[in-house]
């Protein structure tokens, strides 16, 4: 039997946390722990294992800043999703964010916040079948191919693959330029747009019927998204 993927849920506005708690349990089969306080928080991650800790800023005495010193101090080193207020600005440094720091901002849909749940929860398992769907196409990440029925493996750069990575852990919202430089190139500060939009046209070329009329990976808002319609 496949064992649940152990969830801690922190949140400290009260009806956020229970409605959201409970619309993550009805889409998908998790064992969630929800959690108050931060005291709580460190009580619960001593006591057992925990594969994804989800941290709610409030903008107070919960803010993002405070949260990560938190997480920090507390030395979880597994994956955590901070959900964090649109005005609250960027995380600081590449000091502060890690490959384990995932960021999902406020206002947001529900399946949107599963989808993210669900991108980072197949990262945890590392398994080399986890596909994502992009058109009809699938994206395996971990074999750095797309497959398209019986036809030859499509093969993908590293970097290639970070950017769909990326476009895909966005569900539907687009992701802009910098956040992709940043996220792809690890905050390089050398790597320009220029380079970006060199690599966004070989991933066209290698998806799109016509590269010059992209409908999988389009622009908009300044930025790039997978078009999943």
């Known amino acids: 039997m496949k064992m649940k993927k152990k969830i801690l849920f922190f949140e400290s506005n009260a009806v956020l946390r229970t409605a959201l708690l409970d619309q993550i349990i009805i889409n998908k089969d998790f064992d969630v722990i929800q959690s108050n306080s931060l005291e709580d928080v460190k009580l619960h991650i001593e006591q057992s ?10 903008g107070g005495a919960h803010s993002l800043s405070s949260i990560m010193r938190f997480v920090k101090e507390i030395h979880f080193k597994n994956k955590i999703l901070f ?124 998806l799109e019927t016509d590269p010059s009329i992209p409908r999988l990976i389009i622009s908009e808002g300044g930025g790039f998204k997978i078009n999943q319609t």
């Open 49 to 58: 294992p925990i594969d994804l800790l989800i941290m709610g800023e409030d």
């Open 83 to 206: 959900i964090k207020n649109g005005d609250s600005g960027e995380i600081s440094s590449s000091e502060d964010f890690t490959d384990n720091h995932h960021v999902i901002e406020k206002p947001f849909r529900i399946q949107f916040l599963i989808k993210k749940i669900d991108f980072v929860l197949a990262k945890i398992s590392g398994s080399s079948d986890v596909g994502y769907r992009i058109g009809p196409f699938v994206f395996f990440p971990e074999k750095k191919v797309i497959k398209f029925d019986d036809q030859p493996d499509i093969e993908l750069t590293e970097k290639e693959v970070n950017i769909l990575k990326c476009l895909l852990s966005q569900g539907e919202e687009p992701v802009d330029r910098k956040t992709l430089l940043k996220q792809v190139w690890n905050y390089n500060l050398g790597v320009t747009t220029h380079t970006l939009e060199s690599h966004i046209y070989r991933l066209r070329q290698k």
